[in-house]
T-cell receptor, first 111, second 111 residues
Framework: NAGVTQTPKFQVLKTGQSMTLQCAQDMNHEYMSWYRQDPGMGLRLIHYSVGAGITDQGEVPNGYNVSRSTTEDFPLRLLSAAPSQTSVYFC??????????FGEGSRLTVL | DAKTTQPNSMESNEEEPVHLPCNHSTISGTDYIHWYRQLPSQGPEYVIHGLTSNVNNRMASLAIAEDRKSSTLILHRATLRDAAVYYCILRAQGAGTALIFGKGTTLSVSS
């Protein structure tokens, strides 16, 4: 089983560039979410979605956009990258019984 | 959102049981108690969750206090692979509720 797949695993951007982090899951989970994790800190929720066509903001949504056109995919867009967005990004989907399944992470550096 | 309090760090020896505490004095009657762990350079991994009764699975046991204001994750025999950050999280019932992570407890395991 592929589970939750994130691409790319590593990315370097210059300030002001835009990019999309991809997240796909093959478990038919309705709920998906994006977190960021900075060094020495816990995970902070950016955006989440309870199903196709429905998204909502988490704790730190500024500077990020999401959309959910299909159950499988939940891309995270950085509109104009800033050094403060240097982080490790994790996508997760949730089983109906509540357990979250995480991807391996995408490490983003903004210069 | 109801919050949790965990010790910053704990130490254990290999082959010994580990009891990881979590206080959640403002828990509501419908909040589930979830535990995740994060090994170095990996995404978080689901460990266990429960509502009122103690729970067991192949990874760990969850002991929930009768008043639900605290819980304990029990690793029955620690191994070196159990060295990780352990997060105790409350999740309200409902499809739209998100998991908000704190800083967790860093568990060190010595051989």
């Amino acid at each position: 089983n592929a589970g939750v797949t994130q691409t790319p695993k590593f990315q370097v951007l210059k300030t002001g560039q835009s990019m999309t982090l991809q997240c796909a899951q093959d478990m038919n989970h309705e709920y998906m979410s994006w977190y960021r994790q900075d060094p020495g800190m816990g995970l902070r929720l950016i955006h989440y979605s309870v199903g196709a066509g429905i998204t909502d903001q988490g704790e730190v949504p500024n500077g990020y956009n999401v959309s959910r056109s299909t159950t499988e995919d939940f891309p995270l867009r950085l509109l104009s990258a800033a050094p403060s967005q240097t982080s490790v990004y994790f996508c997760a989907s949730r089983k109906s019984t509540g357990e979250l399944f995480f991807g391996e992470g995408s490490r983003l550096t903004v210069l | 959102d109801a919050k949790t309090t965990q010790p910053n760090s704990m130490e254990s020896n290999e082959e010994e049981p580990v009891h990881l505490p979590c206080n959640h004095s403002t828990i509501s009657g419908t909040d589930y108690i979830h535990w995740y762990r994060q090994l170095p350079s990996q995404g978080p991994e689901y460990v266990i969750h429960g509502l009122t009764s103690n729970v067991n699975n192949r990874m760990a046991s969850l002991a929930i206090a009768e008043d639900r204001k605290s819980s304990t994750l029990i690793l029955h025999r620690a191994t070196l692979r159990d060295a990780a950050v352990y997060y105790c999280i409350l999740r309200a019932q409902g499809a739209g509720t998100a998991l908000i992570f704190g800083k967790g407890t860093t568990l060190s395991v010595s051989s």
